[in-house]
C-alpha cells in the first residue's frame, strides 16, 4: 500500500491472509449453472449466443484497438445508438409492412382522429433509403433491400403504421427494449422481410384471423413475442407448408379462439415453441396436415383439453425427443383425427401419463398406435377410473415396458 | 475469452471463471457477512447471477469489477434478508505472528473490527486490502469519484485503527 499516511490498523490488514473457500464450491456452484443453463428460454439462448459473438469479434477484430472497438459496440457510443434506432426503425417498418399485409386496408375507428392528425402534423419530408447511412453491413443490405424500399414508400403501410400505434397493446409491445433489440437482429429481419411469409400473411383468411382483437392481444404477449421472434420459429414459420396450413380456414377459426390463444400465451407453450426440435416436427407436412383436420382442431379449441396441454409438465413431455419422434407416426397421426382419441388425451391424468419417456416411445409404437384405433380400448381409455389408475406409478412403468415390446 | 465462449453455450468456459475468482469472491463475502456459510451461500448466489445475466456485461470494465459488485449487493441483501445483527466484541489489538493458533485468533479480531464499522466503511476496506482493486476500480464498482474512495478509506482505516486500539469496547 502506498497510502501517505501508515494507520496502526495497516499492518494487520496486510497480514490477513485470503479466505479459503470450501472445497466442493466450485463443483456446488457449476452443479447450479448447468442447471440454470438448462432453464434458459430459447430466445435467452439466442440472445446470449449472438452477444458472445459480438464479444469474441471484439476480441479478434484485426487491426482495431480494443477499446475504440469496444466502445463502438457497447450501448454508450453514439454510432452504436444511432445504428441501434435506424435498426429499430427498419424493424418497426417491416412490423408495419407486415401488419399492413395482416390487416389489410385497416378501417380506423371512431376515436382515432386526433391521433393521426397530430401525427401528420409532425410528418417531415419522405424518408428515402440513401438518407439511411450505417455502419453495420447486415443492415445496411437490409435497408438498402428493395423490400425495405416498398416498406417505407407504401402510403397504406404507413396508415396501418398509425393504425398499430393507435393500439394501445401493440404501442406498448413495440415500447420493449427487448422487442426492439430482437426486431434490430438481422437474422429477425431478414426472415420477417422473407416474402413467403409476406405473401401468405397477405391471404385474406390470415389478415382476418389476425385483425381479430383477441389474436392481437395474444401477439402482445411479451412470451409469445419471444417466441415468435425466434429466429428458428421465424424460418420455420416460412415455410411453404406451415404457411399453407395457416391459412387453412378452419386452422384460422381455431386458432383465433379464446381459449387457444389463451393456452398459446402460456410462458411453457411459447417456451416449447421456441425448441427448434418442436418447430421442426411441427413444420413436417403429415404433421400440419393432422393437426388442420377439423376434429383435431375442435379437440384444441377445448377449454379443458387447452389447460391441460398447457401444464408445465404435459409442455416438457410434448417437447421430448421421444414424442416428437412418434409425431412423424402416421398411425400415432391417423389417431389423432380420432374423436375418441383425442377425448382420451384430453384426460389431464392420461396427458401427464405422456410426460413418461417409456410411454412416449410406446406411443411411437405402429402396434400401440393400431390397438389405441380399437374404439372398445378408447372407451376403456376415457373411462376416468382409469386416468386416476394412470397416476400410479407402477401402472405406467407396466404399461411402458408391455407396449415397448 | 471465457465470457464470450460461456455465452455461446459452452458453460466449461464459465467454470474458469468460477476457479480464478472463487477464493477472492468468497473472501470479500466472508469479510462482509462475517459466517463461513453465508459467505457459501453468498458466492455461490454471485455466480449464479452473474451467469444469468453474463450478456449485460460490459467489457470495457474489468470483468472482476462487475463480478465484485454483484457478491457486495448479494451480501447486503444477504444480511438484510437474515436480519444478522451478530453483537460486536471488543476487537482488541491485532497480533501479527507466525503462530496458527495466534494467527486465527487474530483474524478474528479483524474480523470483529471490521463488522464494527459502518457498511460503506467495511466495503472499501474489502475492496481495497481483500480485493486488491485500485482506487479507480473501487470507484468504479462503487459508482463513486476516486478521491471520495481515498477518503473515505482513509476514515476507514481511522476508525478500524481506534477498533483494534486496546482497551477499545462497543460501548465506547
Not at chain 1, 147 to 168: G, I, Y
Not at chain 2, 53 to 63: A, S, V, W
Not at chain 2, 129 to 146: H, K, N, T
Request: aromatic share 6%; glycine share 4%.
Amino acid at each position: 500500500m502506498s497510502d501517505p499516511e501508515r494507520l496502526p490498523a495497516d499492518r494487520a490488514l496486510e497480514e490477513s491472509a485470503p479466505v479459503s473457500p470450501p472445497a466442493d464450491l466450485a463443483k456446488a456452484v457449476m452443479a447450479d449453472i448447468v442447471v440454470a443453463e438448462r432453464r434458459l428460454s430459447a430466445w435467452r439462448r439466442w440472445r446470449r449466443a449472438s452477444r458472445g459473438r459480438q464479444l469474441a469479434n471484439l476480441v479478434s477484430t484485426p487491426g482495431v484497438s480494443s477499446s475504440r472497438h469496444t466502445s463502438r459496440l457497447m450501448a454508450g457510443g453514439g454510432v452504436v445508438v444511432r445504428t441501434r434506432i435506424l435498426t429499430a426503425v427498419a424493424g418497426l417498418a417491416v412490423v408495419a409492412g407486415i401488419s399492413f399485409f395482416v390487416f389489410g386496408y385497416p378501417q380506423i375507428g371512431d376515436g382515432s382522429e386526433a391521433t393521426i392528425g397530430a401525427a401528420r402534423r409532425y410528418q417531415g419530408a419522405q424518408i428515402t433509403a440513401k438518407d439511411i447511412n450505417v455502419p453495420d453491413s447486415d443492415v445496411q443490405r437490409f435497408i438498402q433491400s428493395d423490400t425495405f424500399d416498398r416498406l417505407l414508400k407504401d402510403s397504406a403501410m404507413r396508415s396501418a403504421m398509425q393504425v398499430m400505434f393507435s393500439n394501445e397493446g401493440l404501442a406498448e409491445m413495440l415500447s420493449q427494449p427487448e422487442l426492439l433489440e430482437a426486431l434490430s437482429d438481422p437474422d429477425v429481419l431478414e426472415a420477417l422481410s422473407d416474402p413467403g411469409v409476406l405473401e401468405a400473411l397477405s391471404d385474406p383468411g390470415v389478415m382476418a384471423a389476425l385483425s381479430n382483437p383477441e389474436v392481437l392481444e395474444a401477439l402482445s404477449d411479451p412470451d409469445v413475442m419471444e417466441a415468435l421472434s425466434n429466429p428458428e420459429v421465424l424460418e420455420a414459420l416460412s415455410d411453404p407448408d406451415v404457411m399453407e396450413a395457416l391459412s387453412n380456414a378452419d386452422v384460422l377459426e381455431a386458432l383465433s379462439n379464446a381459449d387457444v390463444l389463451q393456452a398459446l400465451s402460456r410462458a411453457e407453450v411459447t417456451e416449447a415453441l421456441g425448441k427448434a426440435e418442436v418447430v421442426k416436427a411441427l413444420s413436417d407436412p403429415d404433421v400440419l396436415a393432422a393437426l388442420s383436420k377439423a376434429e383435431v382442431l375442435e379437440a384444441l379449441s377445448d377449454a379443458a383439453f387447452l389447460e391441460a396441454l398447457s401444464d408445465a409438465d404435459v409442455m416438457q413431455a410434448l417437447s421430448n425427443p421421444e414424442f416428437l419422434e412418434a409425431l412423424s407416426n402416421a398411425e400415432f397421426l391417423e389417431a389423432l383425427s380420432d374423436a375418441d382419441f383425442l377425448e382420451v388425451l384430453s384426460n389431464p391424468d392420461m396427458l401427464e401419463a405422456l410426460s413418461d419417456p417409456g410411454v412416449l416411445e410406446a406411443l411411437g409404437n405402429p402396434d400401440v398406435m393400431r390397438a389405441l384405433s380399437n374404439p372398445e380400448l378408447l372407451e376403456a381409455l376415457s373411462d376416468p377410473a382409469f386416468g386416476k389408475a394412470l397416476s400410479d406409478e407402477s401402472l405406467r412403468g407396466a404399461i411402458s415396458a408391455a407396449f415397448s415390446r | 475469452m471465457c465470457v464470450s465462449r460461456c455465452l455461446r453455450g459452452d458453460t466449461a468456459a464459465f467454470e474458469a471463471l468460477v476457479l480464478r475468482y472463487q477464493r477472492v469472491l468468497y473472501t470479500v463475502a466472508y469479510r462482509l457477512t462475517a459466517d463461513h456459510e453465508d459467505a457459501r451461500d453468498v458466492t455461490q448466489n454471485a455466480f449464479m447471477r452473474a451467469f444469468e445475466h453474463l450478456e449485460t456485461y460490459d467489457p470495457t470494465r474489468k470483468f472482476f469489477s462487475w463480478l465484485y459488485r454483484i457478491a457486495v449487493n448479494e451480501s447486503l441483501n444477504f444480511r438484510r434478508g437474515r436480519r444478522v445483527h451478530q453483537p460486536i466484541e471488543a476487537a482488541g489489538p491485532p497480533v501479527v505472528t507466525d503462530d496458527p493458533v495466534e494467527r486465527i485468533a487474530a483474524e478474528e479480531r479483524i474480523q470483529a473490527a471490521l463488522m464494527a464499522l459502518g457498511a460503506g466503511y467495511r466495503e472499501v476496506i474489502v475492496m481495497r486490502y481483500f480485493a486488491d482493486l485500485s482506487y479507480e476500480e473501487i470507484g468504479q464498482a462503487l459508482g463513486i469519484p476516486e478521491k471520495t474512495v481515498k477518503s473515505r478509506l482513509f476514515t476507514a482505516r481511522q476508525q478500524l485503527s481506534h477498533v483494534l486500539a486496546p482497551g477499545w469496547s462497543p460501548q465506547s
